[in-house]
C-alpha cells in the first residue's frame, strides 16, 4: 500500500472512529485553510516594515512554501527555492537558496526565508529587498505565532493576522482528531533519526509534537538541538524508529543497532524527512504516517467492530470505509487539469457544475476566466481541497462526485477559531485524553 493511499484509508478509518464516538452524522475533521484575508498596511513582522500587499514573493524555505499553500496565498508567489517541490509550486520558478543574483532577477518585492534557507540573506538586504526571516514552529503554541506572521506579511495585519491564527488552529484541530483515536492502552515510544551519528527530531522541534498528537512518545523529548548521543538511544530502547529512505537498511545492519528492540521487532520505517520539517499541511500528512505505522490496526476494517453503539451504526461506518477505499483506487486521471486561460466544453461542463453548487454567480460560456478560478478556490476551500483556483483531477473528481458540498451560506462558517487560544498538546502517557487534560 502506498504513502498516499495508506493516508487515504487512514483519514476513513479516523473519520469513521470519530463518527462511533461522537454518534454524530459528520465528520469532526475541520478545512486546513483560511482563505485569503484583507489586513492593513504597513505592517510590521520580526521588525521589518513591509509598506504594501506583496504581489511577487520569493519564498525560498519549503517549508514557509508550505505554510503560504495552507493559508491559501500561494497566487502572491513569483518565485520558490529549489526545495520548494510540492506538487501545486510545480510550475513556480525555482532559485538556490544562495544564488543572490538569481533571486534578484525575479524581482520580488519580498523575500521570505528561515534561518535553514539564509546563507544569502545580507546579501539580498545589501542589494535592496525587502528580506523576512521566520524561525519554524517548535510546538502547538509557536505554530500561531508562524502562521500569524507568514499571514500577516503577506495579507496584512489585523485581518491577516486573525486568518494565521485561525488557519493554524484548524491544523491542530485535526490534530486533535487524530490523537482522539489513537490506542491509549500502552505506552508506544519511537524516535525520528536523521543520521546514525547524532542527528535527531528532539523535543524543542515541531516533529516531536507531532509524534505526540500520533500517541508516540519521542525517546529524545528531553533533548534538545537536534542532537542524541547513542547511549541515550539505547537506554530509552523505542518500539518504534523512523529514519529518512536509504537508512533502514544501514540502521539494521550495524550491530551497535541490532539490540534495540524497534530493530528487533522489525519497526524501522522509513520516513521523507520533509514530514518533519514542512510545516503546511504537511503536519497533518506526518502524523497520519507515524500513526498508521505505529498503530496498523486502525487500518484494518476489523478494527472498527464494536458492541456499542448499535450494529447498524456499525455497518454504516464499515460500509462508508468500504466506499472511501474504492474511491482510492478509482483511476485519477480521468479529469484534464483545467486553469485559466483555458476553454472550450469541459470548461462549460466544469462552470455548469460550479454554478448548480451555488459557487459560480455570473454568466459563464466556457471561458476559464479569473471568476471562474475564484468559483474553484472557493469550491476547494468549501471541501478540504489545496485553494489553488486550479481545477486538477482531485478537485474534478469531488466536484463531480456525490459529495461535493454546496456552498455554504454567508454567516455559516464558525469563525470562533480566531479568537480562541491555543490549547495545550495531548499527554505523552495513555491519559489523560486531550479533552480530559483541558477540563
Same mark, same amino acid.
Given at each position: 500500500?502506498?504513502?498516499?493511499?495508506?493516508?487515504?484509508?487512514?483519514?476513513?478509518?479516523?473519520?469513521?472512529?470519530?463518527?462511533?464516538?461522537?454518534?454524530?452524522?459528520?465528520?469532526?475533521?475541520?478545512?486546513?485553510?483560511?482563505?485569503?484575508?484583507?489586513?492593513?498596511?504597513?505592517?510590521?513582522?520580526?521588525?521589518?516594515?513591509?509598506?504594501?500587499?506583496?504581489?511577487?514573493?520569493?519564498?525560498?524555505?519549503?517549508?514557509?512554501?508550505?505554510? %503560504?499553500?495552507?493559508?491559501?496565498?500561494?497566487?502572491?508567489?513569483?518565485?520558490?527555492?529549489?526545495?520548494?517541490?510540492?506538487?501545486?509550486?510545480?510550475?513556480?520558478?525555482?532559485?538556490?537558496?544562495?544564488?543572490?543574483?538569481?533571486?534578484?532577477?525575479?524581482?520580488? +518585492?519580498?523575500?521570505?526565508?528561515? /534561518?535553514?534557507?539564509?546563507?544569502?540573506?545580507?546579501?539580498?538586504?545589501?542589494?535592496?529587498?525587502?528580506?523576512?526571516?521566520?524561525?519554524?514552529?517548535?510546538?502547538?503554541?509557536?505554530?500561531?505565532?508562524?502562521?500569524?506572521?507568514?499571514?500577516?506579511?503577506?495579507?496584512?495585519?489585523?485581518?491577516?493576522?486573525?486568518?494565521?491564527?485561525?488557519?493554524?488552529?484548524?491544523?491542530?484541530?485535526?490534530? +486533535?482528531?487524530?490523537?482522539?483515536?489513537?490506542?491509549?492502552?500502552?505506552?508506544?515510544?519511537?524516535?525520528?533519526?536523521?543520521?546514525?551519528?547524532?542527528?535527531? %527530531?528532539?523535543?524543542?522541534?515541531?516533529?516531536?509534537?507531532?509524534?505526540?498528537?500520533?500517541?508516540?512518545?519521542?525517546?529524545?523529548?528531553?533533548?534538545?538541538?537536534?542532537?542524541?548521543?547513542?547511549?541515550?538511544?539505547?537506554?530509552?530502547?523505542? +518500539?518504534?524508529?523512523?529514519?529518512?529512505?536509504?537508512?533502514?537498511?544501514?540502521?539494521?545492519?550495524?550491530?551497535?543497532?541490532?539490540?534495540?528492540?524497534?530493530?528487533? +521487532?522489525?519497526?524501522?520505517?522509513?520516513?521523507?524527512?520533509?514530514?518533519?520539517?514542512?510545516?503546511?499541511?504537511? %503536519?497533518?500528512?506526518?502524523?497520519?504516517?507515524?500513526?498508521?505505522?505505529?498503530? /496498523?490496526?486502525?487500518?484494518?476494517?476489523?478494527?472498527?467492530?464494536?458492541?456499542?453503539?448499535?450494529?447498524?451504526?456499525?455497518?454504516?461506518?464499515?460500509?462508508?470505509?468500504?466506499?472511501?477505499?474504492?474511491?482510492?483506487?478509482?483511476?485519477?486521471?480521468?479529469?484534464?487539469?483545467?486553469?485559466?486561460?483555458?476553454?472550450?466544453?469541459?470548461?462549460?461542463?466544469?462552470?455548469?457544475?460550479?454554478?448548480?453548487?451555488?459557487?459560480?454567480?455570473?454568466?459563464?460560456?466556457?471561458?476559464?476566466?479569473?471568476?471562474?478560478?475564484?468559483?474553484?478556490?472557493?469550491?476547494?476551500?468549501?471541501?478540504?481541497?489545496?485553494?489553488?483556483?486550479?481545477?486538477?483531477?482531485?478537485?474534478?473528481? $469531488?466536484?463531480?462526485?456525490? $459529495?461535493?458540498?454546496?456552498?455554504?451560506?454567508?454567516?455559516?462558517?464558525?469563525?470562533?477559531?480566531?479568537?480562541?487560544?491555543?490549547?495545550?498538546?495531548?499527554?505523552?502517557?495513555?491519559?489523560?485524553?486531550?479533552?480530559?487534560?483541558?477540563?
Amino acid at each position: 500500500m502506498t504513502a498516499i493511499m495508506k493516508n487515504k484509508r487512514l483519514l476513513s478509518v479516523l473519520a469513521a472512529l470519530l463518527f462511533l464516538l461522537t454518534f454524530s452524522a459528520c465528520s469532526n475533521v475541520t478545512e486546513l485553510v483560511s482563505g485569503t484575508a484583507t489586513g492593513e498596511f504597513p505592517v510590521k513582522v520580526n521588525g521589518v516594515t513591509i509598506g504594501a500587499k506583496p504581489q511577487k514573493v520569493a519564498v525560498l524555505s519549503p517549508s514557509l512554501a508550505d505554510v %503560504v499553500l495552507a493559508l491559501g496565498y500561494e497566487t502572491q508567489l513569483a518565485a520558490g527555492g529549489t526545495g520548494c517541490t510540492q506538487t501545486s509550486l510545480r510550475d513556480l520558478d525555482k532559485v538556490e537558496p544562495g544564488d543572490v543574483n538569481a533571486i534578484i532577477a525575479t524581482n520580488p +518585492d519580498l523575500v521570505l526565508l528561515d /534561518p535553514a534557507s539564509s546563507a544569502g540573506e545580507k546579501a539580498l538586504q545589501d542589494a535592496g529587498l525587502t528580506v523576512l526571516n521566520i524561525a519554524p514552529a517548535v510546538d502547538r503554541e509557536d505554530f500561531e505565532r508562524l502562521y500569524a506572521q507568514v499571514s500577516s506579511a503577506l495579507t496584512g495585519d489585523g485581518p491577516g493576522y486573525d486568518a494565521g491564527i485561525a488557519a493554524a488552529q484548524n491544523v491542530f484541530t485535526t490534530m +486533535d482528531d487524530i490523537n482522539r483515536v489513537v490506542p491509549r492502552d500502552s505506552v508506544t515510544t519511537g524516535c525520528y533519526l536523521y543520521t546514525l551519528d547524532g542527528s535527531a %527530531v528532539t523535543g524543542d522541534m515541531l516533529g516531536s509534537t507531532i509524534m505526540t498528537y500520533s500517541g508516540v512518545t519521542n525517546v529524545f523529548n528531553g533533548l534538545t538541538g537536534g542532537q542524541y548521543d547513542f547511549e541515550s538511544l539505547r537506554m530509552s530502547n523505542p +518500539d518504534l524508529i523512523f529514519c529518512p529512505p536509504g537508512l533502514k537498511e544501514t540502521i539494521e545492519n550495524d550491530s551497535q543497532f541490532s539490540t534495540l528492540q524497534a530493530v528487533r +521487532d522489525g519497526k524501522v520505517t522509513e520516513l521523507d524527512p520533509s514530514l518533519m520539517e514542512w510545516q503546511g499541511r504537511t %503536519v497533518v500528512t506526518a502524523a497520519l504516517e507515524i500513526t498508521g505505522t505505529a498503530f /496498523p490496526e486502525l487500518l484494518e476494517e476489523n478494527s472498527m467492530r464494536v458492541e456499542d453503539p448499535a450494529d447498524s451504526i456499525n455497518s454504516a461506518v464499515s460500509s462508508a470505509i468500504a466506499d472511501s477505499a474504492l474511491e482510492d483506487e478509482e483511476e485519477s486521471s480521468q479529469y484534464q487539469t483545467l486553469r485559466e486561460g483555458d476553454q472550450g466544453e469541459e470548461v462549460l461542463n466544469l462552470q455548469a457544475k460550479l454554478d448548480d453548487l451555488g459557487y459560480l454567480e455570473e454568466a459563464y460560456d466556457g471561458h476559464y476566466g479569473s471568476v471562474t478560478a475564484q468559483s474553484v478556490k472557493d469550491f476547494q476551500k468549501a471541501n478540504g481541497l489545496a485553494e489553488t483556483g486550479v481545477a486538477d483531477s482531485k478537485t474534478q473528481s $469531488r466536484l463531480f462526485s456525490d $459529495r461535493a458540498k454546496q456552498k455554504p451560506e454567508e454567516g455559516s462558517a464558525d469563525e470562533s477559531g480566531a479568537e480562541a487560544s491555543a490549547s495545550p498538546s495531548p499527554s505523552a502517557s495513555p491519559s489523560p485524553t486531550p479533552e480530559e487534560s483541558q477540563e
